[in-house]
């Protein structure tokens, strides 16, 4: 079993739904999580993080994490056609130090039709 | 922007050839990395280095090797380039200023053919 599981896609919806991406773990020592997002032929982005459980909201992207169930989500409201992109969960432990070394999903690509 | 810059951007050899690939970062931040980006397995960590000198292997580090000199450059090298190292390669840094999110800033990639 991977250690980090994510739906590929391709997910394609229409401008203003309401979008919702998703990833799976098994290993219950990460603790912080994260969203990229990567525009084509782009690096990825940190689009937010979140530590251990919990929601976090900035604008019109909510990430959710419950460790219970070992289960992440990113939703995004409103969807806009430059949303159009692949978007990674990645996670860690506490390692300590400065180590950020990061676990990927990898990737659903969103396509938001006008 | 980190200022993180990769060369070359893209890049077609023959196997068998060596190729080196350069990230350069304008900033001094002490940790830096190397990962691959394939189609069906997302982005994998192939190197990192944590000081000039200081690197450790990443979970695909087998045909790979890397070199920091100098905190501003991170060097990966294919000793002897193979069709399954065909992929997108990204450099990225973590900036210690960030606390611990753990946030990570990645290069433009370097897109690397072997045939």
């Known amino acids: 079993q991977k250690e980090v599981e994510q739906d590929p896609g391709p997910l394609s919806v229409p401008e203003g739904a309401i979008v919702s991406l998703n990833c799976t773990y098994s290993n219950s020592a990460f603790q912080y999580f994260m969203w990229y997002r990567q525009y084509s032929r782009k690096g990825p982005e940190l689009l937010m993080y979140?530590?251990?459980?919990g929601n976090k909201e900035d604008g019109r992207f909510t990430a959710q994490v419950d460790k219970s169930s070992k289960y992440i989500s990113l939703f995004i409201r409103d969807s806009q056609p430059s949303d159009s992109a692949t978007y990674l969960c990645?996670?860690?432990?506490?390692?300590?130090?400065?180590?950020?070394?990061?676990?990927f999903g990898k990737g659903t690509l969103l396509t938001v039709n006008p | 922007d980190a200022g993180i810059t990769q060369s070359p951007r893209h890049k077609v050899t023959e196997t068998g050839t060596p190729v080196t690939l350069r990230c350069h970062q304008t900033?001094?931040?002490?940790?830096m990395y190397w990962y691959r980006q394939d189609p069906g397995h997302g982005l994998r960590l192939i190197h990192y280095s944590y000081g000039v000198k200081d690197t450790d292997k990443g979970e695909v580090s087998d045909g790979y090797s890397v070199s920091r000199s100098k905190t501003e450059d991170f060097l990966l090298t294919l000793e002897s380039a193979t069709s399954s190292q065909t992929s997108v390669y990204f450099c990225?840094?973590?900036?210690?200023?960030?606390?611990?999110?753990?946030?990570?800033?990645f290069g433009e990639g370097s897109r690397l053919t072997v045939l």
């Open positions: 979140t530590y251990s459980s």
């Open positions: 990645a996670m860690r432990g506490n390692s300590g130090g400065s180590n950020y070394k990061l676990t």
């Open positions: 900033e001094n931040h002490r940790y």
């Open positions: 990225a840094i973590s900036l210690e200023a960030s606390g611990v999110s753990g946030e990570l800033f």
